[in-house]
T-cell receptor, first 114, second 113 residues
Framework: NAGVTQTPKFQVLKTGQSMTLQCAQDMNHEYMSWYRQDPGMGLRLIHYSVGAGITDQGEVPNGYNVSRSTTEDFPLRLLSAAPSQTSVYFC?????????????FGQGTRLTVV | GNSVTQMEGPVTLSEEAFLTINCTYTATGYPSLFWYVQYPGEGLQLLLKATKADDKGSNKGFEATYRKETTSFHLEKGSVQVSDSAVYFCALSVAQGAQKLVFGQGTRLTINP
């Protein structure tokens, strides 16, 4: 009963480095999303996907790339990390169909860019 | 655009006190409304939800009523416990499904024994 699994849980990067945050879900959900959580700002949507092969931008997409080659996986890539990307990142998955559908969240990745 | 405003925290209460966390929203269209809770070191989990005007969501002693006339979805609990200490987020969705949630800034709640 894994749900949404994010790796790593913690990461420190130097400015300019690249990395990929992994997200996997085992609930066969079509919708997946990435959010960042910053103090005093709640969670903001970075990118989302409505199914394999389909992605779109959210509110704060700059500096991030995503792809969705399978239903299960939705990795988030930072191509050249910046201190402004220091944040806690959450992946979520949602079954499709209704506006009141619950989103299931991973435990988060705490990223520090120095 | 769509936005959610929550009362500023942190909020500190004694055990068995009455809790209200205010939440108001603006939305284009007819949103679904949610309260999510984040316990220390964990991801967010759904606490309750409401999908149309005058609906009341409830769970674990918490309640919130969808008020379209005042665009509000205030969270209440009659008697809080130490285990309710967490960060609470009000959120809305106007999209099909919940994959494009708009969150408030969160309210940190601490309950003292």
């Amino acid at each position: 009963n894994a749900g949404v699994t994010q790796t790593p849980k913690f990461q420190v990067l130097k400015t300019g480095q690249s990395m990929t945050l992994q997200c996997a879900q085992d609930m066969n959900h079509e919708y997946m999303s990435w959010y960042r959580q910053d103090p005093g700002m709640g969670l903001r949507l970075i990118h989302y996907s409505v199914g394999a092969g389909i992605t779109d931008q959210g509110e704060v997409p700059n500096g991030y790339n995503v792809s969705r080659s399978t239903t299960e996986d939705f990795p988030l890539r930072l191509l050249s990390a910046a201190p402004s990307q220091t944040s806690v990142y959450f992946c979520a998955s949602t079954p499709p169909g209704r506006r009141n559908t619950e989103a299931f969240f991973g435990q988060g990745t705490r990223l520090t860019v120095v | 655009g769509n936005s959610v405003t929550q009362m500023e925290g942190p909020v500190t209460l004694s055990e068995e006190a009455f809790l209200t966390i205010n939440c108001t929203y603006t939305a284009t269209g007819y949103p679904s409304l949610f309260w999510y809770v984040q316990y220390p070191g964990e991801g967010l989990q759904l606490l309750l939800k409401a999908t149309k005007a005058d609906d009341k969501g409830s769970n674990k002693g918490f309640e919130a009523t969808y008020r379209k006339e005042t665009t509000s979805f205030h969270l209440e609990k009659g008697s809080v416990q130490v285990s309710d200490s967490a960060v609470y987020f009000c959120a809305l969705s106007v999209a099909q499904g919940a994959q494009k949630l708009v969150f408030g800034q969160g309210t940190r709640l601490t309950i003292n024994p």
